[in-house]
């Protein structure tokens, strides 16, 4: 009798288990607002002097940046965060989603320092197959260029593509 007990409890356990997985909504999951420009990116740095590209002048390599949506998910803003690999930056850029580009004029950079910092982005893009990846697969590229206040002159040419997962 034991054994018929244990084996109703375990058939018990295992259709609540199934029960419980039941899909509450046939709605396919969504997008975000701009889902078009996020990503994860890996690009590098260079640094333009006198309209010359010195490439990576620093010997940072290649190295992982981000963007994303908003908590509001606002079609005209974004996050760009460098991941704190370069600068440590992280700052809510306006963008033109139609057009997927962005620019930012003193703005507040979020970082991990005790002194307010401000940065200015100039002709910030996402091109779409604009680049190719380590397999060499078309991709999306995303180039910019910013400049620091606690470095003023200095424009530094962020460039690269979007993560192939290798």
């Known amino acids: 009798m034991k054994k018929y007990i244990s084996l109703f409890v375990v058939a018990l356990v295992i259709s609540l288990g199934f029960a419980s997985c039941n899909v509450e909504t046939d709605e396919p999951a969504g997008g975000t607002a701009v889902e078009k420009m996020a990503g994860h990116w890996v690009v590098q740095v260079d640094v333009i002097d006198n309209g010359q590209v010195i490439e ?25 965060s460098d991941g704190n690999h370069f600068w440590g930056y992280q700052v809510k850029v306006p963008i033109n989603l139609n057009a997927q580009t962005f620019a930012c004029e003193h703005v507040f950079m979020y970082n991990d320092g005790d002194e307010d910092q401000f940065l200015t982005i100039t002709d910030g893009k996402v091109v779409p197959n604009g680049g190719v990846n380590v397999n060499g697969k078309p ?6 260029k910013i400049e620091f206040t606690d470095d003023p002159g200095t424009i530094y040419y962020i460039h690269g593509v979007r993560y192939a997962g290798f």
């Open 56 to 80: 990576d002048p620093n010997g940072l390599g290649l190295w992982d940046m981000y963007t994303y949506n908003t908590a509001a998910d606002e079609s005209d803003k974004m996050w760009l």
């Open 139 to 144: 991709t999306d590229s995303i180039e910019y």
